[in-house]
């Protein structure tokens, strides 16, 4: 993974580019969802979630639910569960099954300890007061009730951003081209637990590493593609560089027959 600038992290976290570009439906993400159905050991992470939740009744709140990947299986496999998911966005939030809100995850609209589990999966690096949001995720749950966090790691992914910066060195003339935006280094794996430890004493690590091989570059393509809304950040022609790395992903697969990319994510469970 690569290390964002200082611009970058802004424009990570900026609420107008996730609520109107980002995030103002859900192409993007499912998008950069789909490349995880090469991936191998298989990952069913919202199976997970539901493992993580056995033991869990009442309230659970989704926070930067998305496309509602997790809320819907909520509802299928846990229909006792009373599921809200929310979002910064209200575009996103169109298909996702209801009850949803509107809402910035660092103001919820609940109570305090009103809920009995919060989850908030592949969005804490988002926001723009991490460790704010962190108490603020703390404030409305129960006594005795559980954080279910997700990210990825430092290293996830590194041959895309290899692919990114010879494409984009391609592009401007040079040996290496700039990074490409990274969405989880401001909340990566390795950084995760110690935020989350500033407001929860029980934190468990469950990490979910994978191979994904893909024959066909479609797949890297649109990955790399989704991450259009962060297109200025880039330092180069966006699009230009997204074909150029086509080009030399569909090389690679000539030569190899695959296109290897190594992944490492990782869930964290959090008690009071």
Same mark, same amino acid.
């Given at each position: !993974? ?11 976290? @900026?609420k107008? &580019? ?5 995030y ?10 789909? =490349? ?16 993580? %939740?056995?033991?869990?009744? /009442?309230?659970?709140?989704?926070i ?7 809320? #819907?299986? %909520?509802?299928? +496999? ?7 998911? !929310?979002?910064?966005?209200?575009g996103?939030?169109?298909? *996702?099954?209801?009850? *949803? ?6 103001a %919820?609209?609940f109570?305090?300890?009103?809920? +009995? ?5 592949? !969005?804490?690096y988002? *926001?723009?007061d991490?460790?704010?949001? =962190?108490?603020?995720?703390?404030r409305?749950?129960?006594? /005795?009730? =559980?954080? =279910?966090?997700?990210t990825? $790691?430092?290293?996830?992914k590194?041959e ?10 391609? &592009? ?15 909340? $990566? ?8 430890g500033?407001a929860?004493? @029980?934190i468990? *690590? ?11 570059s ?7 593609? $989704?991450? /259009?809304?962060w297109?200025?950040q880039?330092g180069v022609?966006? +699009?230009?560089?997204? #074909?150029r ?9 000539d030569?190899? /027959?695959?296109f ?13």
């Amino acid at each position: !993974m690569t290390s964002n600038t200082a611009q970058q992290d802004a424009a990570v976290a @900026d609420k107008s &580019i996730l609520a109107n570009s980002a995030y103002a439906d859900g192409r993007h993400l499912a998008a950069r969802q789909s =490349i995880y159905r090469w991936q191998q050991p298989q990952c069913d992470l919202p199976g997970i979630v539901v493992e993580e %939740l056995a033991d869990t009744s /009442g309230i659970v709140l989704d926070i930067g639910c998305g496309n509602g990947k997790f809320v #819907s299986r %909520l509802h299928k +496999d846990r229909p006792d569960l009373q599921v809200v998911g !929310m979002d910064i966005s209200a575009g996103i939030l169109a298909d *996702v099954a209801k009850p *949803v809100l509107v809402a910035d995850a660092q103001a %919820l609209p609940f109570a305090d300890d009103s809920a +009995d589990a919060v989850l908030a999966l592949h !969005m804490l690096y988002h *926001v723009s007061d991490i460790e704010a949001t =962190i108490k603020e995720l703390a404030r409305v749950l129960r006594p /005795g009730g =559980i954080l =279910i966090a997700s990210t990825n $790691s430092d290293t996830d992914k590194q041959e895309l951003d290899q692919l990114w910066a010879r494409a984009a060195g391609d &592009i401007l003339g040079i040996p290496e081209g700039p990074a490409r935006v990274s969405l989880s280094s401001r909340f $990566s794996l390795e950084k995760a637990s110690g935020y989350l430890g500033t407001a929860f004493k @029980d934190i468990r *690590v469950r990490e979910l590493p994978g191979i994904i091989e893909v024959t066909d570059s479609a797949p890297i393509v649109a990955h790399l593609a $989704s991450y /259009g809304a962060w297109a200025e950040q880039c330092g180069v022609p966006f +699009d230009e560089t997204v #074909s150029r790395a086509a080009e030399i992903a569909a090389a690679t697969i000539d030569v190899r /027959g695959f296109f290897k990319i190594t992944c490492l994510g990782g869930i964290l469970v959090c008690q009071l």
